[in-house]
């Protein structure tokens, strides 16, 4: 029976073969992956609880303001520690700028833990950014990927903007997620491998242009593709995306490759997840840095589950520069006085210490309120 690696490196060597137009032979094969730790399959497990439900593939996100805040998290020095958030790749950009020793990506549907498990594979399998959204996107390897390192991001979207997938460049990179995926350890059910190849299909199929899927909402028109994520800056008109310089990436690589990006099923309000990954941090000498929450907040208190989470978030191990970094849509309550003006979200940041004052005088019941209070202006 071939190995899986022998399947990987065949389909790596196809790509050389499709004909759309004659190309020098690609660069060396990427070294091989090493299986990941034990630990880390036992760790995803011990940390989760059971899977919920939530109204969309969301697969990237959709966000436009989410890099907002990266020069304020900078500015505050929020370093270091242990970073938890929320979805799925825009926690790759605050793990750039924060640089945590170890990340959890929480979140209720498992649905996100196994597009992590994608994640986590591409990362090990890419040499560079090139390589990487290659691999994501199932287009061919650039011939001269190792010329790509320094090339600018602009130059990186538009060229992965207009090349297009070819039967041996889709079947590289399938195959370099399966391997990668199956070598993390992780028991995985037929169901989450129809889902696994679902969602790497979605980038296969729509490339840069993949955008938020929502159920009973307004439709995919109003989210913004990956070409703008990637292409988005900070408030300061920085670029901060994880994909805008080399070093970021190959950080990110790195970190992967320790199996130090944990993903984690579980409510924020549940009553083992969020307070688990606590203790563990705990365990380890650390506090966390930074809590990504997006919008699930709002959520959280429409189920009345919100006083769970105080309690969840209030027992994080923290420090005086720990924050909670979350996205505000308005939508009937109004527009956020720190929005800037053209983008639908806004983000927010609010020391934990803050949140866990108004929580020992009685907590928020308001969203509103919640968004607004102890809130960090990014913009200054």
Known sequence: MRSPRFVLLAALAALGACHSAPRPAPA????????ASPDFA????????????????????NETSYLHVVGALKRLGVQGGAYIGVGPDQNFSYLAAIRP???????????NMLEHLIFKSVFAHARNRAEYLALLLGRPVPADVDAWRDRPLAALVAHFDTVTVTPASEAAAR???????????????????ATIRRFHGAFIADGLDIRYESRGRPGRGFFPSLHDLLLARDVDGSEASYLAHEADFQFLKDLEARDRVIPVTGNLAGPKALQAVGAWVRSQNEHVSALYTSNA???????????????????LPRDAKSVIIRS??????????????????TQLLQPIDAFAAAVAKGGYQDYYVLVTDGAIDPRR
């Open 42 to 61: 036992r760790l995803v497990a011990d940390l989760s609880e059971p899977g919920g439900y939530f109204d969309s593939d969301n697969l990237v996100t």
């Open 28 to 35: 060396a094969p990427a070294a091989a992956v090493a299986p």
């Open 297 to 315: 907040e709002d959520y959280v208190m429409r189920d009345g589950m919100f006083p769970q989470f105080e309690r969840n978030v209030v027992s």
């Open 101 to 111: 020793s170890v990340a959890f990506m929480f979140d209720i549907r498992r649905d």
């Open 328 to 345: 505000y849509f308005g939508g009937f309550r109004g527009q956020h006085p720190f929005n800037v003006p053209g983008f639908r979200s």
């Open 175 to 193: 195959a370099a997620v399966t391997e990668g995926i199956r070598r993390t350890g992780i028991p995985l059910d037929s169901s989450d491998w």
